[in-house]
Each structure stands twice: as C-alpha cells, then as structure tokens.
C-alpha cells in the first residue's frame, strides 16, 4: 500500500516538522498542500521541512506549484483537477518527477490518463471532515474508476484503519490522509495500523 499523507490547513510549520518526523518510516509521500499561502512561502516551508525532519526531496510532493517542486527537487508535483498545465511542461516535470492530479470522476480519470498524467488521487471516498456538506464519491465509484483507467489510483476522503480494506479490494494503489493522522496523538500508530490491515486482510 503507497501511503501518501496531506497536511491540513490547520497545521503550523511546526506541526509538520513534529508530525512529520514521526510518520517517516510509514509514509511513502507527503503533500505540502496550503491553498491559501503564496508560492515563495510554500518554498520556505519546504525548505525548513526538508532541513528539519529525515523525510528525503523525493518523498516530498509539492501541491499546485511548479516552479517550487522543480527548484526543491521534489519527488513529485501534484495538480487539481481543474489546473492547467502544456504538455511541454508536463514532459519537462516528468523528466525530474511524478506528475498526478486530483480527481473526482471516472470521465476525469480517463482525460488525465490521456494527458500523460503518472497517477491520480481519487475522492473523496467516504464523509471528510474536509469536505463538510458534500456527498460522497463512494467506494463503487471508486471500483469503477480504478477498472475505467490504468494509472495508479490513491483514495483520498475520510479514510482510517476502519475501512482502509474496502479500498484495497476496489484495487486501488493505496491511499492519502488528512485528517486520520493530523488530528491523532499518535499519527504513527495509526499510519501503522492502515499498513498492517491492508496487508493482513490481502492475504
């Protein structure tokens, strides 16, 4: 199971850094996601990241801004599903990391995989507390998606040990949380257990 971890707009630097630290040998990429922060201070918030936790430049994805990944040397560069970016671009990013984009239907899914997107995060998936007040993608959605497109898809969208099996079984790559480890006193533990249950049920 790929496991991805997003921050929350909740988060101070400080938060990530602690957080962060704990969640490194259980994550396999980590999203600087802030809507509302400007482009400079995304990039000096992940170079305080970078310089003050263990996780390596290629765990670290970078939301929305390119320029910031592609100076960083990130490992990746994650896109909405409604931003634009040329194909020329999109070649040149991928000759230095993985490109995906959010997604929140199967026609959406098949336009990013003719795009030439690397992989797709798919949701939300069940109830989020952040998304209030907006239904569901729901899990057969999913399954469809999933069958619909070739790529990689990560399942985003109220997401824990609980029901972490009902996604492995749509055969989605594994999944991205927000709120499961931000708010948790021992994000580790619950990272670990997402792990084991998606091996142990597999099996």
């Not at 990944?69 to 990130?74: D, H, N, Q, S, V």
């Not at 040149?92 to 984009?101: A, L, P, T, Y």
Request: with cysteine.
């Amino acid at each position: 199971m790929e496991l991805h971890v997003i921050s929350s707009p909740c988060q101070t630097l400080g938060d990530l850094i602690e957080q962060w630290t704990r969640l490194v040998p259980y994550a396999d990429a980590f999203h600087l996601r802030y809507k509302d922060k400007r482009e400079r201070e995304i990039l000096e918030m992940a170079r305080l990241l970078l310089q003050e936790t263990p996780i390596p430049a290629k765990s670290l994805i970078i939301n929305r801004h390119a320029a910031v990944a592609e100076e960083l040397g990130a490992g990746g560069l994650h896109l909405t599903e409604q931003q634009e970016i040329s194909r020329e671009m999109l070649q040149r990013m991928q000759q230095k990391m993985r490109v995906g984009r959010s997604v929140h239907s199967v026609r959406r899914a098949v336009e990013a995989k003719r795009e030439g997107m690397d992989y797709l995060i798919a949701g939300h998936i069940f109830p989020s507390a952040s998304k209030p007040g907006l239904p569901p993608f729901g899990v057969e959605s999913l399954r469809r998606l999933v069958q619909a497109c070739s790529l990689p898809v990560i399942a985003i969208g109220g997401i824990g040990p609980e029901n972490v099996n009902q996604i492995r079984q749509t055969g989605a790559t594994g999944v991205a949380v927000i709120s499961a480890v931000a708010h948790h006193p021992s994000p580790e533990e619950v990272a670990k257990e997402m792990k084991r249950r998606w091996v142990d049920e597999a099996q």
